[in-house]
């Protein structure tokens, strides 16, 4: 079971440090890491009292507050104090931001105890999976997630931002051909008269073509170079 509440603050806490911004509160059982494997303590532990005031800190709230295991905490907000009882190790995952309470403790400091925001379920024979969605489906107010729609619906929102990132570099090519062709445009044509001077002294239209193109190619590597430098 996991309670999850928004801490909103701004300006100093009594400790003189700024306190600006949203915190994530995550109220969460010993179970929670469990289910987490990847989830580690770098220093101290989960409180085992359901009632303490203790929290443990994420590794990126733990750099931005300055704080370690045996520091005050100040809810944000709420200028509540705790003692922060330990530091999880960088996960890559929102736990990295947000600031873990035990559920009771959290319950009691924001009005919401006996309610739950999400529970996680881990199954003991993956085939069940479907039975246990489905029955779970008709409880009022509840929303069942498979992890395999969160891995859907991440697949999609990359694919989106591929096909996205293709489309913008086509445009981007197309943008750079219309501007070459125009400055070589604009480059031939200043140069008519030159080039009716060099057919004139025996000058194949091939070897003016050539003249040409290598000057575009030239013109092409050098901006793109500069791009790539850009």
Do not use: K
């Amino acid at each position: 079971p996991q309670l999850m509440h928004p801490a909103f603050a701004a300006g100093f806490d009594r400790l003189g440090e700024e306190n600006a911004g949203i915190t994530l509160l995550l109220g969460v059982e010993p179970a929670y890491f469990a289910l987490r494997p990847w989830v580690r303590f770098r220093e101290g532990s989960f409180p085992s009292d359901p009632g303490a005031r203790e929290v443990v800190l994420g590794s990126e709230a733990s750099r931005v507050l300055r704080r370690g295991t045996g520091d005050p905490y100040l809810v944000p907000g709420r200028g509540e104090s705790f003692r922060v009882a330990g530091v999880l190790q960088a996960t890559g995952t929102q736990d990295d931001g947000a600031v873990l309470l035990p559920l009771g403790t959290l319950g009691a400091l924001s009005g919401l105890s006996g309610r739950l925001t999400a529970v996680a379920v881990r199954l003991r024979d993956p085939g069940d999976i479907d039975a246990m969605a489905d029955g779970l489906q008709h409880l009022p107010d509840v929303q069942v997630i498979r992890l395999s729609q969160v891995r859907e619906a991440l697949v999609a929102m990359t694919s989106g931002a591929q096909w996205l990132m293709l489309v913008l570099g086509g445009l981007g090519v197309l943008v750079a051909l219309f501007g070459v062709s125009n400055a070589v445009l604009a480059s031939v044509r200043e140069r008519s008269r030159l080039f009716a001077m060099l057919r004139a002294m025996g000058a194949t239209p091939r070897e003016i073509f050539g003249m040409i193109a290598v000057e575009t190619t030239l013109l092409c590597l050098g901006g793109a170079a500069a791009g790539i430098l850009l």
